[in-house]
T-cell receptor, first 112, second 115 residues
Framework: SQQGEEDPQALSIQEGENATMNCSYK?????LQWYRQNSGRGLVHLIL?????REKHSGRLRVTLDTSKKSSSLLITASRAADTASYFC????????????FGKGITLSVRP | EPEVTQTPSHQVTQMGQEVILRCVPI?????FYWYRQILGQKVEFLVS????????KSEIFDDQFSVERPDGSNFTLKIRSTKLEDSAMYFC?????????????FGSGTRLTVV
């Protein structure tokens, strides 16, 4: 089964606007994490939200988790051109050996 | 800030050749992982490693793959006889503790191109 499916697949916004990216998953999870990847580069951990948490903030990032709907959203406020990257959600399943299962990612373009 | 270091950043190899991808995890981390990302596709789990042995591997991680921690600092992924479909970005990751809520640190990746 697919786990960690993000939408939209691509998002283009103007600098200063907010960007909202969504992720859905199918199994029970221990936590959900968001990562950023600049083109052809490594994965940068952005934020982790545990299954018993509903919302978390880190700087301009806000993550929500709705375990009843098996979905999460990542909001980037006041976007900057430097936020242009691919964003991935990744889940750690309950009882798993804490391996990450990634979605396909969302390509965010922030126009200056 | 501590980093996971991967070398080389890009490797081109002929089909059928052996390659070794190298990683230096963060020094006080105990759990190590390899993931790969074929161009345009999802990042996929390959293998996890703890206490000098494999703790879990995916079905991708067949007999052509092996991992080793030869000297207490390096963590290597070996592909014995590379195939064209092994072309991908390979990411090493480490984390300090066993719990699922410990954060991962990923390296910048090695782009492997098999020709």
């Amino acid at each position: 089964s697919q786990q960690g499916e993000e939408d939209p697949q691509a998002l283009s916004i103007q600098e200063g606007e907010n960007a909202t990216m969504n992720c859905s998953y199918k199994t029970s999870i221990n936590n959900l994490q968001w990562y950023r990847q600049n083109s052809g580069r490594g994965l940068v951990h952005l934020i982790l939200i545990r299954s018993n948490e509903r919302e978390k903030h880190s700087g301009r990032l806000r993550v929500t988790l709705d375990t009843s709907k098996k979905s999460s959203s990542l909001l980037i406020t006041a976007s900057r051109a430097a936020d242009t990257a691919s964003y991935f959600c990744a889940t750690v399943r309950e009882g798993a050996n804490s391996k990450l299962t990634f979605g396909k990612g969302i390509t965010l373009s922030v126009r200056p | 800030e501590p980093e996971v270091t991967q070398t080389p950043s890009h490797q081109v190899t002929q089909m059928g050749q052996e390659v070794i991808l190298r990683c230096v995890p963060i020094s006080n981390h105990l759990y190590f992982y390899w993931y790969r990302q074929i161009l345009g596709q999802k990042v996929e789990f390959l293998v996890s490693f703890y206490n000098n042995e494999i703790s879990e591997k995916s079905e991708i991680f067949d007999d052509q793959f092996s991992v080793e921690r030869p000297d207490g600092s390096n963590f290597t992924l070996k592909i014995r006889s590379t195939k064209l479909e092994d072309s991908a970005m390979y990411f090493c990751a480490s984390k300090r503790g066993a719990g699922a809520n410990y954060g991962y640190t990923f390296g910048s990746g090695t782009r492997l191109t098999v020709v």
